[in-house]
């Protein structure tokens, strides 16, 4: 829950926005994990994952690892995407110039006739990008991994390290504020000392980051003469968290990373999963990731307050395949969480690879919000799979709301 507990007072505090936006995409990530071929499908993978890749959606499906599969090893899985309805990332730099430039005339001190005309000007100009900019929000994830996956028929294993994380930001600008500039503008307010300390604007920036380091085993049972795999991956969390609403008057995008906006907190977590085969064609999964509940807060940064909340979500899902053919469906059974400030969101995903050739698959799907509080996208990619050793995967994602992403993948089996 978002803690305010006063308002920035002055006018170098009055107007920020986070230093979130220019944070490096490559220090977040999309729910739990990016695989290309997985989110070329829609984001399924519960029942459809490869051997190699389990370790991410299910690690019940490193057992249906074949007898002549190698040492897998993905090096790396690289993915982003970003929802920026409004374009606030763009205007950003508008907004920028326009408080610096008011900025400089109003740390002239008394405005003389001659030069009052640019005080309107420049107010103005700052009330129009406000304008531009209230009720605005957007945000991004995006992410890393790399995996080594050891098939056998006893206990296949994988090391697994991935970070994962999303970037939330909302504008809080004050109608006051814009018809306080305006009036300055249309001459029918004169700006006196003291007046600034009346502007309350605001925005918030939120970033969490979760570096997960694990070992994955997984064993196939037979249960009542049927067989079922399970898998496990106990994993160390490491979770950082930003808070950061900077004046644009004295932002520095490299305070994002000052201690002042940034807390860590480490803990344990693990993953589950299941899966079992129905005849030859048709395979079920359940995953669970994050079985341990965790809150966290934040720094307290200029009155604001969050709290990011690590929830189990428990996915199941099918697939039904056959020499060409890879088809699934998954849906999320619990809601996706993040910064309490933020809606909660529960996916599901429906896709299919078809193998044109041995070394060439194309791939689409569709993923939605449940909840409608999250973009839905088409997703498409394709691979290539030269002498079954390199896997090049790529993937895109497309969606309402100025909504976008890729995927970039590479996996070796020797």
Do not use: C
């Not at 009542?224 to 004295?250: D, E």
């Not at 993953?271 to 064609?281: C, P, V």
């Not at 060439?360 to 030269?386: C, E, H, I, W």
């Amino acid at each position: 829950m978002v803690k305010k507990t006063r308002k920035l007072s002055k006018l170098p505090r009055s107007i920020a926005f986070p230093v979130l936006f220019l944070a490096p995409l490559s220090a977040l990530a999309a729910g739990n994990y990016y695989d290309a071929r997985n989110d070329a499908m829609g984001g399924t993978g519960v029942a459809s994952s490869t051997y190699g890749t389990a370790v991410l959606a299910n690690p019940a499906l490193m057992t249906k690892a074949q007898p002549d599969d190698d040492v897998s090893i993905i090096l790396p899985a690289v993915g982003a995407q970003l929802t920026d309805k409004n374009k606030l990332i763009d205007k950003v730099d508008d907004l920028t110039d326009s408080v610096d430039n008011y900025r400089d005339i109003a740390n002239q001190g008394i405005f003389s006739l001659a030069d009052y005309p640019r005080v309107q000007s420049a107010a103005g100009d700052l009330a129009n990008q406000l304008r531009g900019i209230k009720g605005s929000k957007a945000w991004a994830t995006a992410g890393a991994a790399v995996a080594v996956t050891v098939p056998n028929e006893v206990l296949p294993f994988a090391f697994v390290a991935k970070a994962y994380g999303t970037a939330h930001v909302a504008t809080d600008i004050s109608q006051n504020d814009i018809n306080y500039l305006q009036g300055i503008a249309d001459g029918t307010r004169i700006p006196l000392p003291g007046d600034q300390s009346s502007l309350t604007s605001a925005a918030l920036g939120r970033g969490a980051i979760v570096y997960d380091y694990g070992v994955a085993v997984a064993h196939e049972f037979n249960i009542a003469g049927h067989p079922v795999s399970f898998g496990i991956t106990p994993k160390i969390q490491k979770t950082y968290l930003y808070n950061y609403s900077a004046s644009v008057y004295n932002y520095d995008k490299s305070d994002f990373t000052k201690g002042r906006y940034k807390n860590s907190n480490t803990g344990f977590n693990m993953d589950a999963g299941a899966a079992t085969d129905l005849g030859d064609n048709w395979t079920l999964g359940l995953s669970a990731q994050n079985l341990i509940a965790r809150d966290i807060d934040t720094r307290e940064v200029n009155g604001y307050k969050d709290t990011y909340q690590i929830r189990p979500v428990v996915t199941p899902g099918v697939s039904y395949h056959t020499e060409r053919l890879t088809a699934a469906l998954d849906v999320d059974a619990t809601p996706t969480k993040r910064f309490k400030t933020v809606e909660d969101s529960q996916y599901a995903g429906i896709g299919a690879e078809y193998r044109v050739l041995s070394w060439l698959q194309l791939r689409a799907g569709y993923r939605a919000d449940m909840k409608s509080n999250d973009t839905n996208v088409v997703t498409a990619g394709f691979g290539l799979s030269p002498f079954n050793k390199v896997h090049l995967d790529l993937a895109g994602m497309r969606g309402n709301d100025n909504t976008w992403g890729a995927v970039a993948q590479l996996n070796f089996t020797f």
